[in-house]
T-cell receptor, first 115, second 114 residues
Framework: AQKVTQAQTEISVVEKEDVTLDCVYETRDTTYYLFWYKQPPSGELVFLIRRNSFDEQNEISGRYSWNFQKSTSSFNFTITASQVVDSAVYFCALSEWGGSEKLVFGKGTKLTVNP | KAGVTQTPRYLIKTRGQQVTLSCSPISGHRSVSWYQQTPGQGLQFLFEYFSETQRNKGNFPGRFSGRQFSNSRSEMNVSTLELGDSALYLC?????????????FGPGTRLLVL
């Protein structure tokens, strides 16, 4: 069965601090996809990043970076130099390959960036 | 390109009534998925439609149903509403090209059941 765990329920930082959001997943598939979404107070889920299970290269995109490690089933997401506008709930999600776009979400981490 | 749109944005119903929510996907996207978000259960997958066929279904009672039209627009229906159906209902669309695609979400419909 698929499962996504975000152990951090809430994180509070001061502006310009770096913050890492943790995500651990479980799946029996060898091919799967991992995502991070952001949900601001307005409610809409905003796509941030996506990673395929066969590509463990970690990347940086602007202030966002991610660390994908298959050996520990982790897909952590880092925001560098956080800003107040980064305040939102962040969701990690898993999708298994094979005929459906179904996403399994973690419970989310609420990030508050204080000025 | 316009994003995913959902109507209505807010809805208040009473127990026992039924409700229909609508979702228009991004132009060219053929897969539409529905999710329910509640404080207690988080984000849960309801069902997915592709080419007017239900391709996958989550663990929800039969009161929850959906359909997709030939233009990829989708509707979901909840019959005999219960208080626990109060939630944010999110629709997502994706471009199906053979691999796994990224889902893009709409703003959601907030349903309150009294």
């Amino acid at each position: 069965a698929q499962k996504v765990t975000q152990a951090q329920t809430e994180i509070s930082v001061v502006e310009k601090e770096d913050v890492t959001l943790d995500c651990v997943y479980e799946t029996r598939d060898t091919t799967y996809y991992l995502f991070w979404y952001k949900q601001p107070p307005s409610g809409e889920l905003v796509f941030l990043i996506r990673r395929n299970s066969f590509d463990e290269q970690n990347e940086i995109s602007g202030r966002y970076s991610w660390n994908f490690q298959k050996s520990t089933s982790s897909f952590n997401f880092t925001i560098t130099a956080s800003q107040v506008v980064d305040s939102a709930v962040y969701f990690c999600a898993l999708s298994e390959w094979g005929g459906s776009e179904k996403l399994v979400f973690g419970k989310g981490t609420k990030l508050t960036v204080n000025p | 390109k316009a994003g995913v749109t959902q109507t209505p944005r807010y809805l208040i119903k009473t127990r026992g009534q039924q409700v229909t929510l609508s979702c228009s996907p991004i132009s060219g996207h053929r897969s539409v998925s529905w999710y329910q978000q509640t404080p207690g259960q988080g984000l849960q997958f309801l069902f997915e439609y592709f080419s007017e066929t239900q391709r996958n279904k989550g663990n929800f009672p039969g009161r929850f149903s959906g359909r997709q039209f030939s233009n990829s627009r989708s509707e979901m229906n909840v019959s005999t509403l219960e208080l626990g159906d109060s939630a944010l209902y999110l629709c997502a669309s994706s471009l199906v090209t053979g691999g796994q695609e990224t889902q893009y979400f709409g703003p959601g419909t907030r349903l309150l059941v009294l």
